[in-house]
């Protein structure tokens, strides 16, 4: 992590959930005096106090750092709504309902945004018996390839990688109407809509 908590977050995390000094400091088993030292930024709390400071005031310890509570507003849990987090160190890939607060390799990722494919990227769809056989022309070399390839209904997410110097291929169930995804280690976060298909 490259920042740490800041007295401003604990003082608008503090009064966004509608306790008072007092009450935050007998939570985590410090001062009133402790507490108005961190938010007028003359002190920061001891690491030790993160995790209990951090489910005081309600959040995750990332939220804490970061300042902002995350707030996951997809409660239908839609899958069109999914969200990606692809980490650009190990090449992990985490699919959230919506937004999340997403850390991998000490790193806080932010969610993909997806592109429309341009030339380099484009993809062929071809009928082969009850699936799609889905092709990303694109190189698979080591160093430039497709990591993985998703399809999102809204009640559905099925999800294949890729591997370097392996095909960029892959049969789909492409049952109804959805996103497809696919993601370039050099380019990023790809995609296409999907209409019904029979």
């Given at each position: 992590?490259?920042?740490?908590?800041?007295?401003?977050?604990?003082?608008?995390?503090?009064e966004k959930r509608g306790i008072t000094q007092n009450e935050l400091a007998e939570q985590i088993g410090v001062s009133n005096k402790t507490i108005s030292k961190w938010e007028t930024a003359r002190g920061l709390p001891d690491i030790s106090l993160l995790q209990p400071l951090a489910a005081a005031l309600g959040v995750s310890v990332i939220e804490l750092m970061n300042g902002e509570p995350i707030v996951n507003r997809n409660l239908s849990a839609n899958m069109l709504r999914s969200k990606l987090y692809i980490c650009p160190i190990c090449g992990n890939v985490i699919h959230g309902l919506g937004?999340?607060?997403?850390?991998?390799?000490?790193?806080?990722?932010?969610?993909?945004?997806?592109?429309?494919?341009?030339?380099?990227?484009?993809?062929?769809?071809?009928?082969?018996e009850d699936e799609w056989f889905v092709t990303v022309h694109h190189s698979m070399t080591k160093a430039h390839y497709?990591?993985?390839?998703?399809?999102?209904?809204?009640?559905?997410?099925?999800?294949?990688?890729?591997?370097?110097?392996?095909?960029a291929q892959t049969?789909?169930?492409?049952?109804?109407?959805?996103?497809?995804y696919y993601y370039c280690n050099r380019h990023g976060l790809f995609k296409r809509k999907i209409t019904r298909m029979k």
């Open positions: 992590m490259n920042t740490y908590v800041t007295g401003a977050a604990i003082r608008d995390l503090r937004d999340a607060v997403v850390s991998c390799c000490g790193v806080t990722l932010p969610a993909a945004e997806a592109e429309e494919a341009d030339e380099e990227h484009e993809l062929t769809l071809e009928m082969v497709i990591s993985f390839l998703a399809f999102v209904t809204t009640d559905r997410f099925q999800m294949v990688k890729l591997y370097p110097e392996g095909e049969r789909l169930q492409l049952r109804g109407g959805g996103m497809l």
